[in-house]
């Protein structure tokens, strides 16, 4: 089947220490998104990257890192720099098709910080 | 990328249609309407999307009135596990762009 995984499902952390967040898609999309969410908000975006080994800063970049060496992964760090770290992580890909892309969306990451 | 006004919550019956309502008065030429879902504590699920005409697919059609201004989502027969969150979300999808999603529409199928 073909889609995309996101591992663990949840995670827990203690404070002041660095976390990443998997993300692997088998579709073949050449872009790929983090978002955050928190409880009764809409989605802002963290990184995007949109081919291999090049990656661009959303809106809430601080305290977050990643990468992306290879089209079909894209890891996310919640560094310990991330002021507020507890939230769902989503991660998504897309393709273009007919002139548009199509934003495709993972399970979820919830990460808790203790 | 242009705002919508969604209504935040609609019931409907198990069984009968469900239409979604979404004002988008301030859509540019150039910007499709998306459609998404999201259950509690899962991620966004991909409805459909359209720029001018009228979309059918297996999940729903989505019909967008002439001057664009207006759309509306529907699920043609309603069961209990499409109670769910639904966005319309408006963007100029031409690369790589963040999805802004709104408060949305919280929809609930009554048994």
């Known amino acids: 089947d073909g889609g995309i995984t996101q591992s663990p499902k949840y995670l827990f952390r203690k404070e002041g220490q660095n976390v990443t967040l998997s993300c692997e898609q088998n579709?073949?999309?050449?872009?790929m998104y983090w978002y955050r969410q928190d409880p009764g908000q809409g989605l802002r975006l963290i990184y995007y990257?949109?081919?291999?080994?090049?990656?661009q800063k959303g809106d809430i970049a601080e305290g977050y890192s990643v990468s992306r060496e290879k089209k079909e992964s894209f890891p996310l760090t919640v560094t310990s720099a991330q002021k507020n770290p507890t939230a769902f992580y989503l991660c998504?890909?897309?393709?273009?098709?007919?002139?548009?892309?199509?934003?495709?969306f993972g399970p979820g990451t919830r990460l808790t910080v203790l | 990328d242009a705002k919508t006004t969604q209504p935040p919550s609609m019931d409907c019956a198990e069984g009968r249609a469900a239409n979604l309502p979404c004002n988008h008065s301030?859509?540019?030429?150039?910007?499709?309407v998306y459609w998404y879902r999201q259950i509690h504590s899962q991620g966004p699920q991909y409805i459909i999307h359209?720029?001018?005409n009228n979309e059918t697919n297996e999940m729903a059609s989505l019909i967008i009135t002439e001057d664009r201004k207006s759309s509306t989502l529907i699920l043609p027969h309603a069961t209990l596990r499409d109670t769910a969150v639904y966005y319309c979300?408006?963007?100029?999808?031409?690369?790589?762009?963040?999805?802004?999603f709104g408060s949305g529409t919280q929809l609930t199928v009554l048994p």
């Open positions: 301030t859509i540019s030429g150039n910007e499709y």
């Open positions: 359209g720029l001018k």
């Open positions: 579709l073949n999309h050449d872009a």
């Open positions: 998504a890909s897309s393709i273009r098709r007919g002139g548009t892309d199509t934003q495709y």
């Open positions: 979300i408006v963007s100029r999808m031409g690369s790589a762009r963040q999805l802004t």
């Open positions: 990257s949109q081919i291999v080994n090049d990656f």
